[in-house]
């Protein structure tokens, strides 16, 4: 089977780092990822991350430790535009699509 | 423009109707995928196509019936749907072995049952 689990809502303000976690389980594993959804709008692609350690895309992060199953988005600078759901999403063990967390309200205030 | 275009962006059926959900994409990808997004709730995998040929049905009940006529082209056939069926449909693409590229989804079809 396949899941991953990821807080429901943060809550941090302008200018603020937030990290938002997931732990995932499943029989086959080909990678992390993380996906940003607007209220209203379609999930657009963040990052993937297929190796344990951090990779870094601008305000961006995100983090893979495969022996702990478990991996994280972090969010520098916190912006209004920030404030979105958030899903972390892997393959489904020995199949390639993917299956999504049921994501992390993030709410930025000023 | 995100690269995968979704028609209607709404659409309001009865429960005795039959409509249809359309998915194309500009991007060259070779599969395409049809998620269902409720409220409160993660977006659920329904159909994967590869190449053309559908290779998942995630236990989707027959009255949704998808249809891939070509790599560019998805759709979705609606009939007889329940209220429950209300939620947002959205389709994405993705080439295969480039999974550092994810996915590219479309804006999505906000379908009501009524």
């Known amino acids: 089977g396949q899941s991953l689990e990821q807080p429901s809502e943060v809550t941090a303000v302008e200018g603020a780092i937030v990290q938002i976690n997931c732990t995932y389980q499943t029989s086959g594993f080909y990678g992390l990822s993380w996906y940003q959804q607007h209220d209203g709008g379609a999930p657009t692609f963040l990052s993937y991350?297929?190796?344990?350690g951090l990779e870094e895309t601008g305000r961006f992060s995100s983090f893979l430790s495969r022996s702990d199953s478990y991996g994280y988005l972090l969010l520098q600078e916190l912006q209004m535009k920030d404030s979105a759901s958030y899903f972390c999403?892997?393959?489904?063990?020995?199949?390639?699509?993917?299956?999504f967390g049921s994501g992390t309200r993030l709410q930025v205030q000023p | 423009e995100t690269g995968v275009t979704q028609t209607p962006r709404h659409l309001v059926m009865g429960m005795t109707n039959k409509k249809s959900l359309k998915c194309e994409q500009h991007l060259g990808h070779n599969a395409m995928y049809w998620y269902k997004q409720s409220a409160k709730k993660p977006l659920e995998l329904m159909f994967v196509?590869?190449?053309?040929?559908?290779?998942e049905n995630n236990s989707v009940p027959s009255r949704f019936s998808p249809e891939c006529p070509n790599s560019s082209h998805l759709f979705l056939h609606l009939h007889t749907l329940q209220p429950e069926d209300s939620a947002l449909y959205l389709c994405a693409s993705s080439q295969e072995g480039r999974e550092s590229y994810g996915y590219t989804f479309g804006s999505g079809t906000r379908l009501t049952v009524v």
């Open positions: 196509y590869n190449f053309k040929e559908q290779t």
């Open positions: 991350n297929a190796l344990d």
């Open positions: 999403a892997a393959p489904r063990g020995g199949r390639r699509a993917l299956t």
